[in-house]
């Protein structure tokens, strides 16, 4: 069974800010490596309604990685970039083309679905 965690075979999600810091914190401090793992054991990469159902399991990945749960908007807006560039990576470690197909698709609406 193969495992994504975020980036090559093993995604890493760099997260945004931690929880219980605010916009005044230095970012270098707010910063944390979030591992959030995503199974493609069950994924079928020639069909794309499978496809589909992994990647809305990325989103989630991502968003739940990179989520400070915080109310100050520069740091939403940090958690959403944060989650953009997991996905982002996620998806090419892959190299799988209907999965990289189905990402640019969704173009830059990702994030603001949060």
């Given at each position: 069974?193969r495992m994504?965690?975020?980036?090559?075979?093993?995604?890493?999600?760099?997260a945004?800010?931690?929880?219980?810091?605010?916009?005044e914190?230095?970012?270098?401090?707010?910063?944390?490596?979030?591992?959030?793992?995503?199974?493609?054991?069950?994924?079928?990469?020639?069909n794309?309604a499978s496809v589909?159902r992994?990647y809305?399991r990325?989103?989630?990945?991502?968003?739940?990685?990179?989520?400070?749960?915080s109310?100050v908007?520069?740091?939403?807006?940090?958690?959403?970039a944060c989650?953009?560039?997991?996905l982002?990576?996620?998806?090419a470690?892959l190299?799988?083309?209907?999965?990289?197909?189905?990402h640019?698709?969704?173009?830059?609406a990702?994030?603001t679905?949060?």
């Amino acid at each position: 069974m193969r495992m994504l965690f975020a980036a090559a075979a093993a995604l890493v999600l760099t997260a945004g800010p931690a929880l219980a810091l605010d916009a005044e914190t230095p970012k270098s401090e707010r910063n944390q490596v979030v591992q959030v793992a995503v199974s493609t054991h069950d994924v079928d990469f020639r069909n794309q309604a499978s496809v589909d159902r992994f990647y809305h399991r990325l989103q989630r990945a991502a968003r739940q990685a990179c989520d400070s749960r915080s109310a100050v908007r520069v740091l939403q807006q940090e958690d959403r970039a944060c989650a953009r560039e997991a996905l982002n990576i996620s998806v090419a470690s892959l190299s799988r083309p209907m999965l990289t197909a189905r990402h640019d698709a969704s173009g830059p609406a990702f994030a603001t679905g949060w």
